[in-house]
């Protein structure tokens, strides 16, 4: 024993705080990047930032069993951070931990058995032996005047009022703190959020004296596809130059087709309450204590059901789609991974929904569509757009230019075929029965099409974030003839909520007939403000 230490010593082993916790943190980052799809930007951020911040402690605190304290937990959430990455392939979100809360324990035992591996088993015993090798050779109390321990413990000072910022005013735990760590407190912060709308909400409801009837009583199924980050500027019933739409593009004389429609916000959370509620996009958090499109639709009597593949820890969406009927959460059956989690899983609940004998029935669907990184949203049979052939804001874009256009591309196919098993769905269940459809997005994306820039954002806006689908099919072609004296209206997403009343025939107190775009006494918005910039005249898409 005695010759294994010395010979140990005599390998000069680092002794810098520094190396031995960029090892612990970057260990199960290395190995999230080589078994997941997808790291998010911060992860890497928070990993190299915590291994200052922990250098800093450990030169401060000098002692192996404080700084054996300190390290512990990173090592637990490394452990949980590397089982997640090579089992399931994926990084931990706060659908992950929706997933695990409900999981019971003969489930746990199940998945222990089910994916421990040699390969796991040897990369936790090596993550553990960087850990244990640290304590035992790094000499913080050594080279107390050098500079590497200045620059250490300056930008180690720096990060801790950075850290200490981001979680106690802006409350942001994920991405600040690396891995299950930040993720845990993001989860049961969403949590407390989750509940007090929910909470703030159900108290509305029953104070409430508004009424909500039916104008039309024959059996009807209506159903709202939100899209998610789906720009019209790509899609080929718009008249983008790839037929990313073959679906929707063959049933066109069946659809109607508005050109004409924008998103109020360019993030989903924004977007969507303002969408989903009485309030407008200006009426700031009024939205809390606004009826929602399915309070409404249960006061007129409809049954609700929302049926998401997306997180479900948004407060202000989840609550209102907590009042749904039947609300439902594919990535609960996933555990949280986004990657592979294909829209069309969610077919199932959808055929299980129109199934339901209620007579009255409103469908809510939000999609993954074409969310952040796109090449997780479709399968590789979808894997169509290949060539360069693509239309960027400079003539002579590169080839990861032309890679993300071509998987963002890919990733409205698959929505189309997405909606292409729906509408057949419903076409074979609601036969004889009166039957909507309408399908919208959140927000629209920025591809490299007018600008350097991918994704979407109130920093730098373009008109592709805002320029969003808004399709409308009925079983009922005399109403969808109706429709399309609209279909050049301008119209803006926060008045959806006036829209949908319209299509459920829902006569309440609460629905405006002059702001529902489908309305005979519908008044299109004298200007359009997104983020104060007026869309019409400073924004527009000219191309």
Known sequence: MTNIRETMLNLKMPRAPLFWIALLLLLPLALELTYSDFVREGEYNSRIGWSFILATLAYLLQKRRFIALILLPFAIGGSLDIGYAVSFGGVFTTATLEAVAYTDSSEVSEFVAAYSSMTLTSWLLLHW???FLGLRFMRPAEGTGSKTRRITMVLGFILIAVVAYRTTVMGRFHDTIPGVLGTVPSYLRGSVSLQEEFERRQTMLRETDIKAALKDTQPQTHIFIVGESASRNHMGIYGYQRNTTPFLSSIKDELVVFDNVISSHAQTQASLRAALTAASADQGGQY???????????LAGYETWWISNQQPLRATIASIA??????????????GVEVNRYDI?????????????????????????????????YPDDFMVFKDAEVNAYTENPSQSVIDVINEYD????????????????????QSGALATITYFSDHGEEVYRQANLKGHSPDNLTANMFEIPFVFWSSD?????????????????DSFYHYASEVMAIDSASTNPEAALISDQYQPPAVRMVYKTRYDTQLRNSQ
């Open 129 to 131: 032996s960087i850990f």
């Open 288 to 298: 809390r204590d606004a009826l929602s499109v399915i309070d409404v639709a249960n």
């Open 322 to 335: 907590h009042q749904a009927d039947h609300p439902y959460y594919i990535s609960n059956d996933f555990n």
């Open 345 to 377: 899983f969610m077919l199932n609940r959808i055929t299980e929904a129109l199934a339901n004998p209620a007579p009255y029935k409103a469908i809510f669907i939000h999609m993954m569509g074409s969310h952040a990184q796109y090449k997780n949203r």
């Open 410 to 429: 890919n990733s409205i196919l698959f929505s189309d075929f997405f909606l292409q098993q729906l509408f057949s769905l419903v076409k074979e269940k």
């Open 477 to 493: 072609s005399l109403r969808t003839a109706s429709y399309r004296a609209h279909q050049h209206s301008p119209f803006m997403l």
